[in-house]
């Protein structure tokens, strides 16, 4: 038996044993890509680095074995460092989306192609439930809004954009009344004053989440400039049904209600949170002992607290904005600001998750994203936006989706530990990158070599359940890829083990074409 210490915990184990094996018999975790229980050893993505304080060396520990008196250290500073500068080599060769680029330029972030590719499914009204976790106003907003995410669609380089913002107010119009979901009660209260379109985001959100929300209004109604929309842009039925659907028994509101100076220290003694979503500034609030920007109320960036503690600011109250769903999404956020801070005591920023990106598309890619899309031209609706989309029209649109975005956004290896060990993915990459490719086997799974890291897992799967072809190195050196022997299809690659290999590639080279796993 050999003794050893990790982490300075002793250990012993049996002669043989790798490190990364001795680590976890005792709880240690240690990251790992190119690793996978039941396959033979192969050292590629040096992620499983350790360190052996007697001599700082450092080491593969999904490969090396124990040796006697070592006394490895799996975390400290040296550790983590490698771990970044390995996982930085490793994104400067991928070349992938983790979300599409419409998401990245949507101001509440809607995760755009999910919708898109739920609406070509027919299932309507997952599609809606999809919207509205990043949006509250869907129905209104696929009426009014200029589409900044279309701007952004990849789509728009091949002939024209998704009709993302008509998709969006057809999810809303095809959705079938519900209860809303019963939700224990926090304990925690939050005014909001103003019941504009942050405003009415951010009762939406935090009602969801628990907590007791009342809103004061100015007006006789709810709406804020939404009111001074022709009807012609915004028919008065829609506008109205939407917000009456926010506008449940759980939120008290208060129309007709001037907040003063008076009132609003009032609000900050008897609520846990007070929301100034009041629109554009006015000059009451240069009494309230704010503190005033340029353009607005001058607020933290990233949690929207303004300069009094307890008292937020959202939406044009910070600075005039024609763009409702930048409002939309602001409320949004600060309502999971918020509810962390209600849970866990700490008032912080909404976490920043990593996203790979690669810019724009070559002409020589744009069949291959049309693999998954089609030829079409972008539908107009019929009877005009303000009636919006026929459900022919809508699933004819959202089959235009070019599937940008990763189907393993949830699961990517490597997005997890980029995030964790702070990796930059431009650190190391090349001035010219490799070109975009999709390949598909059985219609069931997709590889997308250009993601791949080349750990080498779909080799050795392959090889296991004895594959005719599988996959195999091709190349040598820095030219090394992953590919089919002979020049064969994916399709014949993987005749027996496409779901395996699938569901076991750490990045999203390897996957489910239908894998929804943002659904949950």
């Known amino acids: 038996m050999i003794k050893l210490k990790i982490n300075n915990q002793p250990i012993e184990v049996s002669d043989g044993t790798t490190i990364l094996e001795a680590a976890t018999q005792i709880g240690v975790e240690i990251p790992t890509m190119c690793h996978l229980e039941g396959t033979e050893h192969f050292t590629s993505c040096m992620v499983c680095l350790v360190k052996d304080a007697r001599n700082g060396r450092l080491m593969a520990s999904c490969s090396m074995p124990v040796m006697e008196g070592m006394e490895i250290l799996t975390d400290d500073p040296e550790c983590r460092e490698s771990r970044r500068v390995s996982l930085e080599l490793l994104l400067s060769e991928h070349v992938g989306d983790c979300q599409a680029p419409c998401q990245q330029v949507c101001p509440a972030h809607m995760n755009i192609p ?110 804020g400039d939404l009111l001074q929309i022709e009807e012609s842009v915004l028919p008065i039925d829609v506008r109205e049904k939407e917000i009456a659907s926010i506008l449940n028994e759980k939120i008290a509101v208060n129309c007709n209600v001037e907040v003063d100076r008076v009132g609003f220290e009032k609000l900050q003694k008897e609520y846990d949170a007070v929301i100034l979503a009041t629109g554009s500034l006015n000059d009451n609030l240069n009494k309230w002992g704010l503190k005033i920007g340029k353009s607005g109320i001058d607020v933290d960036k990233t949690t929207y607290q303004t300069s009094i503690e307890n008292v937020f600011a959202i939406g044009n109250a910070l600075r005039p904005s024609k763009l409702a769903v930048r409002s939309v999404g602001q409320g949004k956020e600060l309502a999971f600001v918020l509810n962390r801070f209600f849970n866990e005591g700490k008032l912080q920023a909404n976490p920043e998750r990593f996203n790979s990106k690669f810019g724009k598309l070559f002409e020589a890619e744009f069949d291959p994203y049309l693999i998954e899309s089609n030829h079409n031209a972008r539908q107009n609706a019929a009877h005009g936006k303000a009636k919006g989309f026929s459900k022919d029209e809508a699933e004819a649109e959202a089959h235009r989706c070019l599937h940008c975005d990763c189907r393993k956004p949830e699961s990517c290896k490597l997005r997890e530990l980029a995030d964790e060990f702070g990796a930059e993915q431009k650190r190391f990459q090349y001035d010219e990158r490799v070109m975009v490719e999709k390949h598909f086997a059985s219609g069931e799974v997709a590889f997308e070599p250009n993601k791949c890291i080349k750990c080498g897992i779909c080799v050795r799967l392959t090889k296991q359940h004895q594959e005719e072809f599988g996959f195999s190195f091709i190349g040598r050196g820095f030219d090394v890829r992953i590919g089919v022997p002979f020049s064969e299809s994916v399709d014949k690659a993987l005749r027996k083990t496409a779901v395996l290999v699938a569901a076991k590639c750490p990045t999203g080279a390897l996957s489910l074409v239908h894998s929804e796993e943002q659904l949950d």
């Open 114 to 223: 999910l919708m898109n590719r739920l609406i070509a499914a027919g299932n309507h009204e997952k599609a809606i439930e999809v919207v509205k976790r990043d949006i509250a106003l869907p129905a209104i907003l696929g009426r009014i809004c200029p589409a900044p995410c279309e701007a952004g669609c990849r789509r728009k380089v091949i002939d024209d954009a998704v009709s993302i913002c008509l998709l969006k107010g057809f999810a809303a119009d095809s959705e079938t009344p519900k209860s809303p979901k019963a939700t224990p009660q926090s304990g925690r209260s939050v005014a909001i004053i103003g019941a504009g379109p942050a405003g009415l985001a951010a009762a939406f959100y935090l009602n969801q989440m628990g907590h007791k929300v009342t809103i004061y209004e100015r007006n006789e109604r709810a709406g």
